[in-house]
């Protein structure tokens, strides 16, 4: 009898030696975690991150090294997981502005008839080139738009880039103002849609995915569209005259993240999350020449004219009296936003000095 109560009594007492260590050890972790995080949630912490469909483009290519970037700065405790068909191009930016999917590769265009200063690039004869591009964003742009992403829809920037300069894929060649007269194209933004109509084209807005079927069927003599993506997608197949005509040749793209949810991630991984993205944004803006010199390699490999046009030409195009419908129509919608876009639009051109 003697003997059963001892052993009762033994084991009573280490179970609740054991309780007692096991307590301090789960009041500890949570004590580390403090109240945003769990450890457990830390380390299970999935983001979606919704992107354009546009298979062989240099936007592409940048958005897949999103993940395997933000998982090494966090020690896999972040996983970014890319998504391209969850929500459609045009909603993309409202989808992290309103909650919907934490993270895009947004692009600044589709918002340019909206902000007119997310579209600035595509004003004629403004940003002719990466370099100036690039030293644009530096000295101001990129500055108020990383605001502008942060008043307007509740995102906050990591990252920024542009897709190949653009080029015209058409079915005739177009090699002179005159050649533009009637041709039915596929444009992407506000600015270059004001300039083709000015000079007798017919602007045509249209999805990247139904572009190649347009092109056969004649509801498109051609488009414009990244040099890196229109040759991923051969349209010099069935459109095999690719010109430069340098009209908006810079359209950038954006990586955002939800702000909420970016405040939400413990500070030091977002320390590190965005020295990764910075990064990431330097090889986007310095590497982008040698990009464009492979896509037009490959086309000329194939037998495809890479045709550049003369100055003298690209200034018929976008001699004031065409290019200031572009222009006007920016003027116009500052002053509905409230601010002077002829003072800006004239800021810009100081600093690059034009």
């Not at 930016?93 to 008839?113: F, N, Q």
């Not at 500070?267 to 803006?285: G, S, T, W």
Request: hydrophobic share 40%.
């Amino acid at each position: 009898m003697f003997k059963k109560v001892f052993w009762a009594k033994m084991q009573s007492s280490m179970r609740r030696k054991f309780m007692n260590k096991t307590t301090a050890v789960v009041l500890t972790l949570v004590g580390i975690s403090g109240s945003t995080f769990s450890v457990a949630t830390a380390a299970e912490l999935e983001l979606t991150m919704g992107i354009l469909s546009t298979p062989n483009s240099l936007y592409l290519k940048m958005m897949k090294q999103v993940p395997e970037r933000v998982s090494r700065a966090t020690n896999g405790q972040v996983k970014v997981i890319l998504n391209d068909s969850l929500v459609g191009g045009t909603q993309i930016t409202a989808s992290v502005r309103d909650g919907r999917v934490p993270m895009s590769g947004a692009l600044h265009t589709y918002l340019a008839a909206e902000e007119p200063r997310l579209g600035i690039f595509n004003l004629p004869g403004l940003v002719n080139n990466m370099a100036e591009y690039s030293y644009l964003c530096k000295a101001f742009w990129c500055g108020d738009v990383e605001a502008l992403w942060a008043e307007k829809w509740n995102s906050v920037v990591l990252a920024q880039g542009a897709w190949c300069s653009q080029a015209l894929f058409s079915k005739e060649p177009i090699r002179s103002l005159e050649d533009f007269k009637g041709k039915k194209l596929r444009v992407h933004n506000p600015q270059t849609a004001a300039l083709m109509e000015a000079i007798g084209a017919k602007p045509t807005p249209l999805p990247l995915s139904e572009v190649p079927a347009a092109l056969e069927r004649g509801v498109i003599d051609g488009l414009f569209t990244s040099t890196c993506y229109g040759n991923g997608q051969e349209f010099w197949r069935v459109a095999p005259s690719v010109q430069n005509w340098h009209i908006g040749p810079i359209t950038g793209w954006v990586i955002i993240i939800n702000k909420d949810t970016w405040e939400k991630i413990p500070e030091e991984q977002r320390v590190a999350i965005q020295k990764e993205m910075d990064a990431l944004e330097h090889e986007a803006l310095y590497n982008f020449n040698s990009h464009v010199k492979t896509a037009v390699a490959e086309m000329e490999a194939n037998g495809i004219e890479y045709w550049s046009a003369p100055q003298s030409e690209v200034d018929r195009v976008t001699a004031p009296e065409f290019a200031q419908t572009a222009y006007q129509s920016f003027y116009d919608r500052a002053a509905e936003l409230g601010f002077d876009g002829e003072a800006y639009v004239q800021h810009a051109f100081d600093v690059l000095g034009k």
